[in-house]
Nanobody, 121 residues
Framework: QVQLVESGGGLVQPGGSLRLSCAAS????????MAWYRQAPGKQRELVAT???????NYVDSVKGRFTISRDNAKNTVYLQMYSLKPEDTAVYYC???????????????WGQGTQVSVSS
């Protein structure tokens, strides 16, 4: 059974930094795209950043220059390094991965449980 487990959320002051991690576990053959989404109270879930298996990245405009997505393919782990955090970054952050499990014929989407990031003084 494939699972995504996140860690690293918390409360930080404006201008501070946090690093989120998300590890995929289970019998995994391959992972292509990994990503981070976020959902603020009363808002729709928003795509924050994506990274391909080859390391190509994309970011929503609001986090460009402040957030960095990276991955360790050997550990099936994706990271989100967040700098210069703002109150508007407050949200539940979810990791996503497109995974080919063992004994499966196709890739499928998997989600983490979410981790709260709060930016406040």
């Amino acid at each position: 059974q494939v699972q995504l487990v996140e860690s690293g959320g918390g409360l930080v002051q404006p201008g501070g930094s946090l690093r989120l991690s998300c590890a995929a576990s289970g019998t995994i053959v391959s992972i292509n795209v990994m990503a981070w989404y976020r959902q603020a109270p009363g808002k729709q879930r928003e795509l924050v950043a994506t990274i391909t298996s080859g390391g190509n990245t994309n970011y929503v405009d609001s986090v460009k220059g402040r957030f960095t997505i990276s991955r360790d393919n050997a550990k099936n782990t994706v990271y989100l390094q967040m700098y210069s955090l703002k109150p508007e970054d407050t949200a539940v952050y979810y990791c996503y991965a497109h995974i080919l499990p063992q004994f499966s014929a196709s890739y499928a989407p998997y989600w983490g449980q979410g981790t709260q990031v709060s930016v406040s003084s």
